[in-house]
């Protein structure tokens, strides 16, 4: 019990070491820069274009707006925001040289390891947040601004809001997952870069119509928010969320047996 | 417990390389402080990695605090501390800062965070970013780094690599402090032979992987003087040396002298004599103590020629 309880204080403590790290990198700016830069693009089309928000078919612009938002993110940008953040994360490791010295402290390098994927998450999630928030922000000014796309007439859609962020991370977990291990194993990170570069880029390719892209990791964020709108499934958990689940515990279980006994040179 | 640190046919080779250790044999007395010799390439550092549990031995075994570490792994880490070559810094934060993560991850005390920084001189540089410290403060951060937990142990890298002489002296200082005040056990490896002179009670010398010497500072210095050293100006240097050659240990230092390794005076006698009968003219013939530095030197030197 007590042992428990020990482990989850170093678990804690690495945890905010992680934050600490991390916090003063770009890999904080780009969540945060990564999370507003499609609202603010989506926003300056429309502001020039209020046609395109009006549809007869949506009852409310906000939902076309979403629609808009999550498509020009998940296909693309999505997945390459993790490859990066995932490789900026451990870049910051690598460049301090700081693995020899972190992993002679006493925590084990299994607690190490999690807590490091659990920050990459935390920015994942961060993210999201701020491009959900934006999304509001810039969908009230252009209601302000111009007022016949009638954002601020109708509710802001929430609950569904809510569902589609949490949707996407978890589809975001499987691209980390594997990220992650390979960002750690190549101290140079161009490898881990080109590499989700190139899986990111053959997925959105897949997308277009390659029945096995259902298993794809970093086509997943495509396959749950942006369809929402257009009829599809706003269940938490649906086969894609389940499928990146899948890889990102078979991954990083099986990535921290392989961490755990890697000769750190 | 006698001893803290023990290895027994301690092993390691990089992938597609020839052993970078090979059959190693550490005995570190507690409440010692342990010099680790050997030139650069020896294997010091890849011993202190399989000592710090960051490469696994290919044979052999580490014991500390007289259990093995592939089992009792938790206990030594948290009683030591390591700091490997190059120290670990994150250069966008300050030195305070860098400090304050360890302290986090560790579970150390964060109030001891100051003091440390003022041990090692760093008190006045704390806010300012890593980025902008000179090596030797680099290596200074590191020094602290391992500090904060105040343990039993502490296994140090060549830690006072791009020091000037005044922070040597300081790093030395605080060492002998460590030892002497707070009875720690101080492992610490280094190049050179100067350096572990001035600070340690033991000594183990580590040549191309293997373990050439272990044993206190005084019987290290008792083989130095036991070994004397014979030298002698001559017409011909070389042919000299091909005559002494299957005789004596034999080689020609830098300025063209013969040196010979005699046993006695009668050996010195000899070997004059058989120049002499060769018609070699002998100019001069004196003996020199063998120091500490000639006797690294030797000890290196004949593991090259092996
Ligand atoms: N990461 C590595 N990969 C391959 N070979 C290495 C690595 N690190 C050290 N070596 C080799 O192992 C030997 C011992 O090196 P090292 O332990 O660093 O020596 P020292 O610390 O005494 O200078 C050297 O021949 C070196 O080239
Ligand atoms: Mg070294």
Redesign the interface.
């Known amino acids: 019990m007590i042992k428990i309880f020990n482990e989850i204080?170093?678990f804690n403590?690495?945890l905010?070491?992680e934050y600490?790290?991390t916090r003063?990198?770009w890999a904080f700016w780009l969540s945060v820069l990564g999370g507003l830069l499609i609202p603010a693009i989506m926003f300056l089309v429309i502001k020039s274009q209020p046609g395109i928000i009006k549809n007869p078919m949506h009852p409310t612009p906000w939902l076309l707006f979403l629609k808009y938002n999550w498509q020009s993110v998940a296909t693309f940008l999505l997945p390459l925001f993790l490859v990066l953040l995932t490789s900026l994360v451990v870049q910051?490791e690598h460049?301090?040289?700081?693995l020899?010295?972190?992993?002679?402290?006493?925590?084990?390098r299994a607690t190490y390891y999690w807590a490091k994927l659990l920050v990459i998450i935390y920015y994942t999630i961060l993210t999201h947040i701020v491009f959900a928030f934006s999304i509001i922000v810039f969908g009230l000014i252009l209601g302000s601004l111009v007022p016949e796309t009638q954002f601020l007439d109708k509710p802001i859609p929430l609950v569904m809001m809510s569902i589609q962020i949490v949707k996407s991370i978890l589809a975001s977990l499987g691209i980390i997952a594997i990220q992650f291990l390979i960002s750690l194993q190549f101290k140079n990170f161009i490898k881990p870069i080109g590499f989700g570069f190139a899986t990111t880029l053959a997925g959105s390719i897949m997308l277009l119509g390659w029945e096995y892209v259902d298993y794809w990791p970093w086509s997943l964020p495509a396959k749950v928010s942006p369809g929402i709108m257009s009829g599809g499934s706003s269940e938490i958990f649906t086969q894609h969320e389940w499928i990146s689940i899948g890889y990102f515990l078979v991954i990083s279980i099986l990535g921290t047996i392989y961490f755990s006994?890697k000769?750190?040179? | 417990m006698q001893n803290i640190i023990e290895t027994h046919d301690l092993t390691f080779h990089?992938r597609g390389k020839k052993n970078a250790v090979t059959g190693l044999n550490l005995n570190v007395p507690q409440g010692s402080i342990y010099g680790f010799l050997g030139p650069n390439g020896a294997g010091k550092t890849t011993t202190i990695?399989m000592l710090?549990?960051?490469?696994?031995p290919k044979r052999g075994i580490v014991k500390m605090f007289g259990n093995n570490i592939s089992t009792h792994k938790?206990y030594a880490?948290?009683h030591s501390?390591?700091?490997?070559e190059?120290?670990?810094?994150?250069?966008?934060?300050t030195g305070r800062?860098n400090l304050?993560?360890?302290c986090?991850?560790?579970?150390f005390d964060k109030t001891q965070i100051d003091q440390v920084l003022r041990t090692v001189n760093l008190f006045e540089d704390r806010h300012r970013k890593v980025s902008g410290y000179s090596m030797g403060m680099k290596q200074r951060l590191g020094i602290a780094?391992a500090l904060l937990p105040n343990p039993e142990l502490f296994i140090l890298d060549e830690p006072t690599n791009g020091l000037d002489p005044q922070g040597m002296f300081e790093i030395r200082e605080l060492i002998v402090d460590l030892n002497k005040k707070e009875g720690k056990t101080i492992f610490i490896s280094s190049h050179l032979l100067g350096e572990i002179e001035k600070m340690c009670t033991h000594v183990g010398i580590i040549h191309q992987g293997k373990g050439i010497f272990e044993g206190s500072m005084d019987e290290l210095a008792l083989m130095a003087h036991a070994t004397k050293l014979f030298r002698l100006e001559t017409s011909e240097p070389q042919k000299a040396e091909s005559i002494l050659k299957d005789r004596y240990n034999t080689k020609l230092t830098h300025d063209k002298l013969v040196e010979i390794q005699p046993a006695d005076s009668t050996d010195q006698y000899n070997a004059i004599k058989m120049l002499i009968n060769q018609n070699i003219e002998v100019y001069q013939a004196f003996t020199i103590k063998n120091n500490l530095e000639e006797l690294f030197i030797q000890v290196t030197d004949e593991g090259q020629n092996k």
């Open positions: 204080k170093a403590g690495l905010q070491a600490l790290k003063k990198t910051t460049r301090a040289n700081a020899k010295k972190m992993l002679t402290l006493p925590n084990s006994r000769n750190i040179k | 990089f990695r710090a549990g960051l490469l696994f938790r880490r948290s501390s390591t700091m490997i190059e120290p670990t810094a994150y250069k966008h934060l800062e304050e993560i360890l986090k991850a560790g579970m780094g």
